[in-house]
């Protein structure tokens, strides 16, 4: 790739605080208080694959392609893009867009940003797996690039759907730290950022010179509120006009209230448990707490028991109250890469315990199911549920779920035995989290990036391989439902359920529900 030349630039906003308003203020006032649940990591929008991380930087930053709320592509900084041969794409850029700073955005900040991803120091989640399958670039001039992969590769643009553009100009300043201190956060985005306090919000205001729809406010304060109770607490008090992820045991009542209004759809994102496949693993002991010298979860038997032993039916209605489908797989119904013959296990304690007797295992053994208390939705009650149930089989689990950005250090370290986790495929197909997450670890190929627990299948890799390789649609989609089969087989991951995204807010305001989960205050308007 090109390597773009370093200039440094101070950010020209003053990183000051802005004086809220009230959220019952008039229209006039343009200016939006909303709180999110889930807290972002870092600034740095090549930082970590993270949902939370990714909605917050789409205030700020663009892609080349993005996704509309249905998770369609549609153009961004790039008008179009075609492929000339099996082997280069092309891209053609906007013109007349700038950035924050006023410099305007050419070929040379798209470079800049490919050779940076990679480089990105301590990524617990790196956002080289969307970049990987470019071997080179060219600028054929300032709004023209050309994109070479070795073989055909047509999720290209769907992968550049995910990689935010950065100005060239950081290349002085670029470490994570400068854009969480606000002073290389600058991008083509609606929103420039005025402030930045990690773990307690973000503010911005409006950015003039957008090159897209102008949002409706002229300042937003971001807030971030991983307590359900303190951020429906806010919403009710008119503190916060709008919030996302309400907690489904408020659900039934912020519905009843005429002064608020529900915004929701099912979203792309699964939850799910990892089984560790290394040969030993540091939270598995015998039922008495005694060593085991074998990982009981590389035995197929045991992860089937493990899967089957979770009432996800229950799960779903009891404690999601609905707002969840349980799953086998990780798309919903209805998208692409989908398996229609795939479904959820189904619950059969009896035969759990058969299988945990046929492994050697018929007085169970204990386990420790860590997972985070502020990620995903009512994630700790359904990691106690889950213990209660394998409880049932012999399996006695301790659960350790802890705030989310404790948990992403342990689960980067990949010190757990049996992580709860979630992935949400924003791309609007599976190509990014079967690669991600159950391809064999490869980092020259970009492979496995999340992948902690070892899972490795030839047959699978092999499989997803010719998938990325496949220019034909439909075809692409039965190779990706096949290595999903092939991991389900093996059961490679325990999937529970397709959680659905619910907002809520004042009445008066009007929202684009997103199936990709991230909130975004340009998708808010008054009604």
């Given amino acids: 790739m090109l390597q ?12 000051l605080p802005i004086a809220a308003r009230a959220p019952g203020a008039a229209e006039a006032d343009a200016t939006l208080q909303m709180a999110v ?15 939370p991380n990714n909605a917050l930087a789409q205030h700020f930053f663009d892609n080349l392609v993005h996704r509309d709320a249905q998770a369609r592509l549609v153009p961004a900084l790039a008008e179009s893009w075609r492929l000339i041969d099996e082997t280069t794409w092309e891209f053609r850029l906007r013109q007349g867009v700038t950035f924050h700073n006023g410099e305007p955005f050419t070929a040379r900040d798209v470079l800049y940003t490919l050779d940076r991803v990679p480089q990105v120091v301590n990524s617990p989640g790196s956002f080289g797996v969307f970049t990987r399958a ?30 935010s553009i950065i100005w060239h100009g950081v290349a002085d300043y670029s470490q994570t730290g400068d854009f969480n201190t606000g002073r290389a956060a600058i991008g083509t985005g609606p929103f420039r950022l005025t402030a930045y306090r990690h773990g307690e919000r973000a503010e911005m205001e409006r950015n003039p010179g957008y090159w897209g729809e102008a949002p409706a406010w002229s300042r937003v304060s971001y807030r971030f509120i991983p307590n359900d109770g303190a951020r429906v607490a806010a919403l009710r008090a008119g503190d916060i006009a709008f919030i996302d992820a309400v907690p489904t045991a408020d659900l039934a009542r912020v519905r009843s209230e005429p002064r608020f209004v529900i915004s929701e759809t099912v979203s792309l994102r699964s939850v799910y448990l990892r089984p560790d496949f290394r040969e030993r693993t540091a939270y598995v002991a015998g039922p008495n707490g005694e060593p085991l010298s074998v990982n009981p979860l590389r035995d197929l038997r045991v992860r089937q028991a493990l899967s089957t032993a979770i009432n996800r039916a229950a799960i779903a209605e009891r404690i999601m109250a609905g707002a969840a489908i349980p799953t086998g797989q990780f798309m919903p119904p209805g998208t692409y890469g989908h398996v229609p013959d795939l479904p959820a296990p189904a619950f059969d304690p009896d035969g759990a315990r058969r299988l945990l007797a046929e492994a050697g ?26 213990g209660q149930m394998w409880a049932r089989i012999g399996v006695k689990a301790r659960i350790d779920t802890m705030p989310y950005a ?77 290595a999903t089969r092939i991991a389900a087989r093996d059961v490679a991951w325990i999937p529970l359920h397709v959680q659905k995204n619910i907002w809520a807010m004042r009445r008066g305001l009007a929202h684009a529900a997103r199936a990709d989960e991230m909130t975004l205050a340009q998708d808010v308007r008054p009604a």
Avoid at 37 to 51: E, I, K, R
Avoid at 418 to 443: C, H, K, M, Q, Y
């Fill in 406 to 482: 404790a948990y992403a250090q342990r689960n980067a370290r990949s010190d757990t035995s049996i992580p709860f986790g979630g992935w949400a495929n924003s791309s609007g197909e599976p190509s990014a989290g079967l690669r991600g997450l159950l391809g064999t670890r490869d980092v020259a190929r970009g492979w496995g990036t999340v992948n902690r627990s070892g899972y490795s299948s030839q047959a699978y890799d092999a499989t997803l391989t010719r998938a990325l390789a496949t220019a034909d649609d439909e075809d692409r989609e039965k190779l990706f439902q096949e």
């Fill in 134 to 163: 470019i071997k080179s670039a060219e600028a054929i001039d300032p709004h023209t690039l050309h994109f070479r992969t070795d073989s055909i590769y047509p999720l290209l643009p769907a992968d550049l759907s995910q990689v």
């Fill in 361 to 386: 295992y018929p007085q169970g053994f204990t386990i420790t199911l860590h997972g985070p208390n502020d990620r995903y939705v009512n994630d700790a009650q359904i990691a106690q549920s889950i």
């Fill in 4 to 15: 773009a030349s370093k200039r440094s630039l101070l950010l020209s906003a003053a990183m």
């Fill in 37 to 51: 649940g889930a807290v972002p990591t870092s600034l740095d929008p090549h930082y970590h694959t993270l949902t």
